[in-house]
């Protein structure tokens, strides 16, 4: 079981980033994006359901910003990030989950992460 995310960099404040995930070795019920800020510990970021594609957003600092979608004929999810702000600077980790839950703890495979710097 492997998840592979890609597509993070450096962008200015404002800006866009799109990062995708995808995943080979089996299906999943549920994938997840969360992140890590320095010093902080990993939140959650969005989830999306891998049948029904019902999707789940953290709180308003990332509602209406961000947009996760997929595309089940290639295992992959993506991540759209707009208006990026310095805060949302952090390493952006996906997950894959057997059931539907937007709790970390549930989320049994994760990705090596990717990095996103936010520049003011």
């Known amino acids: 079981v492997q998840l592979q995310a890609s597509g993070g960099g450096l962008v200015q404040a404002g800006g866009s980033l799109g990062l995708s995930c995808t995943a080979s070795?089996?299906?999943?019920?549920?994938v997840a994006w969360f992140r890590q800020a320095p010093g902080k510990e990993r939140e959650f970021v969005a989830a999306?359901?891998?049948?029904?594609?019902?999707?789940?957003y953290a709180d308003s600092s990332v509602k209406g910003r961000f947009t996760i979608s997929r595309d089940n004929a290639k295992n992959t999810v993506y991540l759209q990030m707009n208006t990026l702000r310095p805060e949302d600077t952090a390493v952006y980790y996906c997950?894959?989950?057997?059931?539907?839950?937007?709790?970390?703890?549930?989320?049994?495979?994760w990705g090596q992460g990717t990095l996103v710097t936010v520049s003011s």
């Open positions: 999306i359901g891998r049948i029904d594609g019902v999707t789940y």
């Open positions: 997950a894959a989950a057997k059931q539907i839950t937007t709790r970390e703890r549930d989320y049994d495979y």
């Open positions: 070795g089996r299906t999943f019920g549920m």
